[in-house]
């Protein structure tokens, strides 16, 4: 997918990506609307696809939705454009859970 930046998904802007995981890429993005900074989750399309996968996406957002904890990341918005699904988050900067414990260990 690699989106460059600048492209528009929604109302989200994107600046350029953060990553790549099993189920989508995650970008940082700009809510243009709010004139935020927002982690955006794209869908990867093969996924999509499949009727099961999508709705484990759907549920798995509104479960996560549900919570309300510092350590359990905000979710601002489910949606779909272009045949395009994606999760908006808030933006945490710092590092990856898997960075930091290559580095060091937890107790």
Known sequence: MNLSPGTRIGSYEIKHRLG?????????????RLGRSVALKL??????????RLRRFKQEARTTSA???PNIVTIFEV???DS????VT??????????YLSEKSMT
């Open 67 to 69: 919570l309300n904890h």
């Open 20 to 32: 790549v995981g099993g189920m989508g890429e995650v970008y940082f993005a700009r809510d243009t």
């Open 79 to 81: 949606g779909e454009t």
């Open 43 to 52: 869908l990867l399309p093969e996924l999509t696809a499949n009727a099961d």
């Open 84 to 87: 395009l699904h994606y999760l």
């Open 90 to 99: 808030e933006f945490i900067d710092g590092v990856t859970l898997r960075r």
